[in-house]
């Protein structure tokens, strides 16, 4: 892993800095000077890492713990959207884990990469694989980054049209929930397929068979305190367990969806393209959420930074990204509306490499067979 990025970034940085124009805008800095240049924001805060993940912890806790409580409809629902936040917080410090940026210490990223994913069942080695490797690595690049890469014109008119069905209902408003739960989750992080891995390793599948582990326990413990409290275990399970899991899905559907789909973002079919592009950058998307969103969100949102130098932790981001704003003039920098997000949808459903450009569904009729 180690060497196929060091390969991309001596790609990247390839393409040397050109200089600030004569007015002081963004200097034109290549990849690898960029990362430079936001160096200092890798040190790591190994007490402050731990305090975050025990307050997730806590926060899925008490969220299980409202659910089981006895104490009313109310509780259960409230305890269910306090799980579903709680799965997100601990998703995204197992994300700053499985990067190696959470703390200074290899094993102690590997034990709170795998706590933290527990909760969104996430196989560790393999997000680690997929993430790491595959998307930061080639992000926004066909062919080689898979993560909501759009089909063109040609490839989709080869498609089924049950496969045609699939694609338009994933790029549909109400699509990301099932997009990431199907195409990502199911297909390649849940004891995925040999088709899928790179390698066959132990590691894989003792990381789906812990998750599986915890699952089971979890939906065991539901069980058991809610019979004893005389509780419906239909509201129980279904609050306590399908309703988060469902609930996070969707989030980090959406998400990954925002984070590298836009009118103003393009995909690339050219390596020289897509590196002259400085697209680790310039193909993802930092989204202005209000103050206490970005916060509940630990600053996932300031996307550029991160693809930029996946070594900057979460606890970073926010200066990180502030810093590279001044750096580099073509930083996409989009305040998040929910017209915004339909006009995406709208726009973004194939994307036509030959105009470098997106283009609608054809009609269904000209797609038939």
Request: proline share 4%; net charge positive.
């Amino acid at each position: 892993m180690s060497a196929m990025m060091k390969d991309v970034d001596s790609a990247i940085g390839s393409d040397q800095a050109a200089g600030a124009n004569a007015s002081g805008a963004a200097l034109e800095l290549s990849v690898f000077a960029l990362r430079d240049r936001l160096s200092r924001f890798q040190a790591t805060r190994n007490g402050l890492a731990v305090v975050l993940l025990a307050i997730d912890v806590g926060l899925f806790a008490a969220g299980q713990a409202l659910v089981l409580s006895g104490l009313g409809f109310g509780s259960i629902i409230v305890g269910g959207l306090l799980t579903w936040i709680a799965i997100t917080r601990l998703f995204v410090i197992g994300h700053d884990a499985c990067h190696g940026a959470y703390t200074d210490k290899p094993w102690l990223n590997r034990l709170i990469g795998r706590i933290a994913f527990l909760a969104s069942l996430t196989p560790f080695s393999l997000w680690r694989v997929g993430h790491n490797v595959v998307h930061h690595g080639f992000n926004n690049l066909r062919g080689r980054d898979f993560v909501w890469e759009p089909h063109d014109p040609e490839s989709y008119a080869k498609l089924s049209p049950a496969r045609q069905r699939m694609e338009r209902i994933y790029r549909s408003a109400i699509g990301p929930g099932l997009y990431y739960g199907v195409e990502i989750w199911w297909t390649r992080l849940y004891f995925p397929a040999k088709r899928y891995l790179v390698a066959e390793r132990f590691e894989f599948t003792a990381d789906s068979l812990l998750v599986t582990v915890f699952a089971a326990a979890w939906l065991a413990t539901l069980g058991l305190v809610g019979l004893h409290q005389g509780l419906s275990l239909w509201a129980v399970f279904g609050f306590g367990f399908v309703l988060p899991f469902v609930l996070w899905n969707w989030t980090m559907g959406l998400v990954i969806y925002l984070h590298h789909t836009h009118p103003d973002i393009r995909w690339f079919a050219d390596k020289r393209a897509w590196t002259r592009a400085r697209a680790q950058v310039s193909a993802t998307i930092h989204l202005r959420l209000p103050k206490a969103f970005n916060a509940l969100l630990h600053y996932i949102m300031e996307h550029p930074a991160h693809h930029l130098d996946a070594s900057i932790p979460l606890y970073h981001l926010r200066a990180a990204q502030r810093e590279l704003e001044t750096l580099f003039g073509n930083c996409p920098n989009i305040r998040f509306s929910f017209r915004e997000y339909l006009r995406v949808v709208r726009t973004c459903k194939l994307f036509d490499s030959a105009r470098g450009d997106w283009a609608p569904f054809p009609r269904r009729a000209a797609s038939a067979g």
